[in-house]
């Protein structure tokens, strides 16, 4: 079964640190995106790419986070330097366009 | 500015009862609207998605209405079962935008 791959599953990290969350989207997928998940947030869209490209990344603090894609087998988020408040869980997802979108299993990250 | 609301109280039914889950949205003009399912620990799993000429939508037990006068889509689980208990997430989409924004879901548990 095709799937979206992210690593790590877990991440616990100091606050001030680099944290780079890496995810695989499934092959012929076009878009991209990442989310982040907290209980008093729910679902927050962060960014996303179609073909590589960034469409919109209005939900990311620019000063800290970063998103990119390489290549079309690989997205990156990275924080620096990380801070307690960006302890949540993060997903990405991709699929042809914005629908039917296929999530990968997330990023634990606890910043300390 | 869009707001999607789902109620964020837990919905607790009987097996077998029907489930009834309830996602409005305002300042938008979605030309269709998905449903995802989410267990805990794991990401969104997507189950149906309805446009905005369609009512009514099935997919074996689920069942999914969209009015788009009342900017209000119901999402149905009829026969419910204890292995029906999760979230529940609702994002609607305009035709012209590209981004996928999701409710804060509703939980929904299932007791045999």
């Known amino acids: 079964d095709a799937r979206v791959t992210q690593t790590p599953r877990h991440k616990v990290t100091e606050m001030g640190q680099e944290v780079t969350m890496r995810c695989q989207p499934i092959?012929?997928?076009?878009?991209v995106f990442w989310y982040r998940q907290t209980m008093m947030q729910g679902l927050e869209l962060l960014a996303y790419?179609?073909?590589?490209?960034?469409?919109?990344d209005s939900g990311m603090p620019k000063d800290r986070f970063s998103a990119e894609m390489p290549d079309a087998t690989l997205a990156t988020l990275k924080i620096q330097p990380s801070e307690p408040r960006d302890s949540a869980v993060y997903f990405c997802?991709?699929?042809?366009?914005?629908?039917?979108?296929?999530f990968g299993s997330g990023t634990q990250l606890s910043v300390l | 500015s869009q707001k999607i609301e789902q109620n964020s109280e837990a919905l607790n039914i009987q097996e077998g009862k029907t489930a009834t889950l309830t996602c409005n949205y305002t300042?938008?003009?979605?030309?269709?609207l998905q449903w995802y399912r989410q267990d805990p620990g794991r990401g969104p799993v997507f189950l149906l998605l309805?446009?905005?000429?369609?009512k009514e939508k099935r997919k074996e037990r689920l069942k999914v209405t969209f009015d788009t006068t009342l900017k209000q889509s119901l999402f149905h689980i009829t026969a419910s079962q204890p292995a029906d208990s999760a979230t529940y997430l609702c994002a609607p989409l305009n035709n012209a935008g590209n981004m996928l924004t999701f409710g804060g879901g509703t939980r929904l548990m299932v007791k045999p």
């Open positions: 300042n938008y003009s979605p030309a269709y």
């Open positions: 309805i446009r905005e000429n369609e």
């Open positions: 790419f179609r073909n590589r490209a960034p469409l919109d």
């Open positions: 997802a991709s699929g042809l366009r914005t629908a039917k979108l296929f």
């Open positions: 092959l012929g997928h076009n878009t």
